[in-house]
């Protein structure tokens, strides 16, 4: 997968996660942690069964790998251009003075 085509998708994505904070209809946005848990753990699982899993990896927990994109580009692609609303968190006025 090209690196380029990668980095596409991750800016897409993060384009449409923060154009409501540009219209100002919130003032910060993250994942939910439930949602970036079981995604985690589908990521994991995937890496397990590719030929990274028996990799060393550059990170104190061994079955973390921060490298890889296990799935295809059109996954990818999908998984940045459909997201789930449930899966990211807005938050209305924080920091901002009343």
């Not at 897409?12 to 942690?33: C, H, R, T, Y």
């Not at 994109?69 to 899966?87: E, G, L, V």
């Amino acid at each position: 997968m090209s690196a380029i085509y990668c980095f596409e998708n991750y800016v897409d994505l993060i384009l449409e996660l923060v154009e409501p904070i540009q219209k100002g209809q919130f003032s910060s946005v993250e994942p939910d942690p439930r949602a970036e848990k079981a995604f985690m753990a589908e990521l994991l699982g995937a890496l397990d069964k590719g030929v990274w899993e028996g990799c060393k990896k550059p990170t104190s927990d061994p079955k973390r790998n921060v490298n890889m994109y296990p799935w295809s580009n059109m996954n990818m692609f999908r998984n940045t251009h459909s997201r789930d609303s449930k899966a990211w968190v807005y938050d209305v006025d924080q920091g901002k003075p009343s």
